[in-house]
């Protein structure tokens, strides 16, 4: 599997940073980063292929290079915005048009709330065209304790999504 993961916004990167260690190591990763997460992911990371935001020439940028899957989190409601209005100024937002031209699974996860009625807007509109709107929400029945056990539980969802085995969180039983 081939999964583009990338974080826009500042609040919550770890979410996405934490995503990508836990990813297995089978899956071929690639990683969009917003300039202050570069710092993080150049100390802490391995494994994984970093591409620079302004590079909309990149190889994810291109349906032909095979991307299965991108997931988005945090997904800021002004990178949200952009996908839903085919706005491609970055590499960010141009990989996830590729995504939604290929039919390919996209996932983001908005980070603000409440939510307004325009960002609720957008994305019903990407829902309607496939995207899955995924955003970091608990549920408690997994009995969480730690925030680390809260983050793993979101991870864990976002892995469902991705059809990524994984035992990140207690199952409903």
Known sequence: MKLVVATSGASGVNLGLKTLKLLPSSIETHFIMSHNSQTVLLKEMKNVTTHNNE???ASIASGSFGVDAMLIAPCSMNTLAKIACGIA?????????????EQKKLILAPREMPFSAIA????????SLGVIIAPPVMAYYSEQQTLDEMENFVIGKWFDLLSIEHKLYKRWE
Not at 89 to 101: E, H, S
Not at 120 to 127: D, I, R, S, T
């Open 55 to 57: 590079n909309i020439g």
């Open 89 to 101: 100024d970055n590499l960010v937002t141009r990989a996830a048009a590729v995504m939604i031209k």
């Open 120 to 127: 609720l807007e957008n994305m019903h509109k990407l829902a």
